[in-house]
């Protein structure tokens, strides 16, 4: 995803939108740290932009939390600034528990969900994976690199998830 030539952010966009319209929940495998908060910076400017509506945006993953909170204290290493920090951990609910993870699954769409990891080999991504996948509605956006022999190359080749 490269966020500096626009075309991936009007791609994000038009994904996020296609699935909300249809009432879907967007799941994106990312990996904690770094992808995760280069995600939330991008629905964040699509927000600010309006070029999508301001769903429901969950970061599920400890780690990139974690991460997130890393960026926020140390903004000077960043091109943000410190306000833009803020803005950008404020884009999604911080998943706090694995029970609050599980309940996600029965919420209904529109909505995102970044989960790790980035493969789809583990994390909590896996049982959104396993409750979203199945309804066409829904969308798995793949954002990074996806190795061979992980769940996310399965996905990426067009697998189906096992029941």
Known sequence: MDL???RDLHVLAD?????????????????AVGR???????IHQLKKRGAIH?????LNSPMAANATQVYMKYPQQ???SANEC???ASTAHIVESADESRLLNARKGPMVIIAASGMATGGRV????????PDKRNTI???GYQAGGTRGAALARGAALPA
Do not use: C
């Open 86 to 88: 803020t803005e950008v």
């Open 126 to 133: 896996v049982h959104h994976l396993q409750a979203f996948a």
């Open 54 to 58: 301001h769903l429901p945006v969950y």
């Open 36 to 42: 995760a908060q280069v995600l939330l910076y991008a």
């Open 141 to 143: 956006l793949l954002a």
């Open 78 to 80: 960043l091109r943000l």
């Open 15 to 31: 994904v996020i939108n296609r699935t909300a319209a249809r009432g879907g929940v967007v799941v994106i495998p990312a990996f």
């Open 4 to 6: 500096d030539r626009g």
